[in-house]
T-cell receptor, first 110, second 116 residues
Framework: DAKTTQPNSMESNEEEPVHLPCNHSTISGTDYIHWYRQLPSQGPEYVIHGLTSNVNNRMASLAIAEDRKSSTLILHRATLRDAAVYYCILRVTSYDKVIFGPGTSLSVIP | DAGVTQSPTHLIKTRGQQVTLRCSPKSGHDTVSWYQQALGQGPQFIFQYYEEEERQRGNFPDRFSGHQFPNYSSELNVNALLLGDSALYLC???????????????FGPGTRLTVL
């Protein structure tokens, strides 16, 4: 299975942008990059996904490197409710096992 | 529109017992996946059910088994419980034929299983 690496933890000040990196150097041409996050005491929730082009939605933006070996999840203005563990995942088909790594634990400082 | 629901929310069992956890998928979803999440770790994939068949399986022993019903709800069964089976068990639903570009997984709140 393709793998991703993320920093264990990051901190951000409230109302500032946050850039969460993910490395996926073994990504193949058909792998989609998905991001999920898990708030305390909840199940993971979908954030965003993309293939080659940068993507935006109401929650975040996803910036994908030109060689696709890395990507960055961008939270434009961090709030206290964004404190969570963020997971970067690669998927080829809907049949794939969803492989979660340890993720990045984001702390937001008021 | 109800999201993914799981029951029970908490469960305490003793070693050697058997347990059944239940999951109802989000309306319109036909695929159910189960995950085990130990404290401080990411979720670990157990298996996925689609059209009442196990379609994918992670590295879990045969003590872990499942079932999907015609209404797409699912059960996870664990036999001969071990202390190490204590974890949060998550269920996620999705559309099976959508492909990775549309295959968003919706997770339930989980069942907290404690094995004594």
């Amino acid at each position: 299975d393709a793998k991703t690496t993320q920093p264990n933890s990051m901190e951000s000040n409230e109302e500032e942008p946050v850039h969460l990196p993910c490395n996926h150097s073994t990504i193949s041409g058909t792998d989609y990059i998905h991001w999920y996050r898990q708030l305390p005491s909840q199940g993971p929730e979908y954030v965003i996904h993309g293939l080659t082009s940068n993507v935006n939605n109401r929650m975040a933006s996803l910036a994908i490197a030109e060689d696709r070996k890395s990507s960055t999840l961008i939270l434009h203005r961090a709030t206290l409710r964004d404190a969570a563990v963020y997971y970067c995942i690669l998927r080829v088909t809907s049949y794939d096992k969803v492989i979660f790594g340890p993720g990045t634990s984001l702390s937001v400082i008021p | 529109d109800a999201g993914v629901t799981q029951s029970p929310t908490h469960l305490i069992k003793t070693r050697g017992q058997q347990v059944t956890l239940r999951c109802s998928p989000k309306s319109g979803h036909d695929t159910v996946s189960w995950y085990q999440q130990a404290l401080g770790q990411g979720p670990q994939f157990i298996f996925q059910y689609y059209e009442e068949e196990e379609r994918q399986r992670g590295n879990f022993p045969d003590r872990f088994s499942g079932h999907q019903f015609p209404n797409y709800s699912s059960e996870l069964n664990v036999n001969a419980l071990l202390l190490g089976d204590s974890a949060l068990y998550l269920c996620a639903s999705s559309l099976g034929g959508g492909g990775p570009s549309t295959d968003t997984q919706y997770f339930g709140p989980g069942t907290r299983l404690t094995v004594l």
